[in-house]
């Protein structure tokens, strides 16, 4: 008991504790199960160190101008709507408001077509409003809570799966933007931001565990194989692995898979 | 005080995230949420973008859990751990892919533990969550993060 005692007085004299880690540690004492325990970054993470590199041309990274309609397909409209939220990652780094707000509206009406509208209708304005005053910050915390938010509200309805689509799309535009800068501009520490193997397993693990319902739908089943074409490029260790030739390849792989999610909108 | 409003909704909206997901987690995680953020939101008026994004369960006395991270060299990052069990202490450590301890930093002080890294190189890092002592038998955590762009 006193020692105890001892301790809690201790901890509020001294501000902080550093205890001392080990240096190492054996991963393999955490069971498979923590596979589920992934940080998935945002956009905005890799745009960040882009930024730090060189000034990219964000404005020729912006998507089409259009606002892309709902299809009946949910599985379809998820991916879409994780690229439109990418898309307005793209927008901010573009310093577009005009694009950003577009963008928010169509977050609305995609995340309508799959039952999730009452969740991000806040969301939605605040990016508008965020936009308009160019608090660009701002507006990638409110891209971020857009995809949390229409993540709850997915679990909420044992759309689970659903929810890691709208991941899966947002990433899949993400490399698109990546690739499309370090192709344009190689370099080593560039090309180094595309090894993400941890991000590639956790998305393919994802879709092999699928329902074979939505494992059946053609786009689905198109971009599980894209991905696993992908697998083996993002995984060669850098700084060597990833050459030009394989941000090329990466790139090509993920502007298909990008342009087949926007061709399917609002078709069954 | 004037973080404290949309502090609560995005907690709100994470800790429900986090409830639907591990119901088995439910009674403990709303209040470790809440004391993560707290902690967190600080950062926030100094540049840092704190993720929406969160992480929770609940632990033994001596249990750790692995959360794996996807991050960027160039970028700098900050975990902040928190519990909601009084007089329970925590610890955060960051290691790479092959184990070696990679963070620059990291301390604990009651309910709140910290660790932050400025990754040497692009990759998968291992966030490792423990509970070092508690006085109850399992011990609910929430981990959030936050990155500096500059």
Partial sequence: ?268 | MKLLAPAFRRSAAAVLALLLAAPAARAFVDDALSFAYEAANPYAERGWIIREDAWGGDLGAGDKKRVAAQLFRGNSYMFFLATDVDNASLRVNIYDAQGNLAESKSWQRGRFAYAEIKPRSTGTYNVIVEVTSSPEERTGWALVYGFQRK
């Fill in chain 1, 1 to 268: 008991m006193i020692p105890r005692l001892l301790f809690v007085l201790l901890l509020g004299l001294s501000p902080a504790v550093a205890q001392k880690p080990d240096k190492s540690i054996d991963l393999g004492q955490f069971p498979a199960d923590t596979v589920e325990n992934v940080v998935v970054p945002v956009p905005s993470e890799i745009f960040a160190v882009l930024d730090k590199l060189g000034n990219p041309n964000w404005r020729a990274q912006l998507g089409p101008e259009k606002s892309y309609p709902a299809s009946p397909n949910r599985a379809q409209v998820a991916l879409l709507l994780g690229t439109v939220i990418a898309d307005g990652f793209v927008a901010v780094e573009a310093e577009d408001s005009e694009r950003v707000k577009e963008i928010g509206r169509n977050v609305l009406t995609l995340a309508e077509a799959i039952n999730v509208r009452k969740s991000v209708v806040a969301r939605s304005n605040s990016i508008i409003q965020k936009a308009d005053a160019r608090q660009w910050n701002a507006v990638r915390r409110e891209f971020d809570g857009a995809l949390q938010d229409v993540n709850k509200a997915m679990i909420e309805l044992n759309d689970e799966q659903l929810a890691q689509l709208v991941s899966l799309g947002g990433w899949l535009r993400g490399t698109e933007v990546l690739t499309s800068i370090v192709k344009e501009k190689y370099s080593r520490d560039r090309a180094e931001l595309l090894y993400q193997p941890l991000l590639v397993d956790y998305f393919s693990g994802q879709l092999d565990r699928m329902s074979p319902r939505l494992r059946g739908q053609p786009l689905v089943g198109e971009i599980r194989r894209s991905l696993g074409r992908i697998g083996p490029l993002i995984k060669k260790s850098p700084p060597d692995g990833i050459t030009p030739e394989t941000v090329a390849e990466i790139n090509d792989l993920s502007v298909q898979m990008v342009d087949l999610i926007r061709a399917k909108a609002g078709r069954p």
